[in-house]
């Protein structure tokens, strides 16, 4: 180790521990929860979370990039 709490020699570390597979991991948790909640919408009786559920997707700019940081390793270019 070169420099003290240096996040790309942990991600090094944790490659082997399947830090990738962490970051898809999480992908699919994202994907999954969003179409839990548009399923659980569509039979909830409450109407404020159908309009809610439009807007889901339009979070994936914003969750997605954060996801893709789980793998700074990833980001190097």
Do not use: C, H, R
């Amino acid at each position: 180790m070169e420099k003290a709490y240096d996040l790309k020699g942990l991600a090094e570390k944790l490659k082997g521990e399947g830090l990738e597979l962490a970051e898809d991991a999480a992908e699919s948790v994202w994907k999954a929860v969003k179409e839990w909640l548009k399923e659980s919408a569509a039979v909830s009786e409450t109407p404020i979370d159908d309009m809610v559920v439009p807007f889901l997707d339009q979070l994936d700019p914003i969750v997605l990039p954060i996801i893709d940081k789980i793998n700074p390793a990833d980001n190097e270019a």
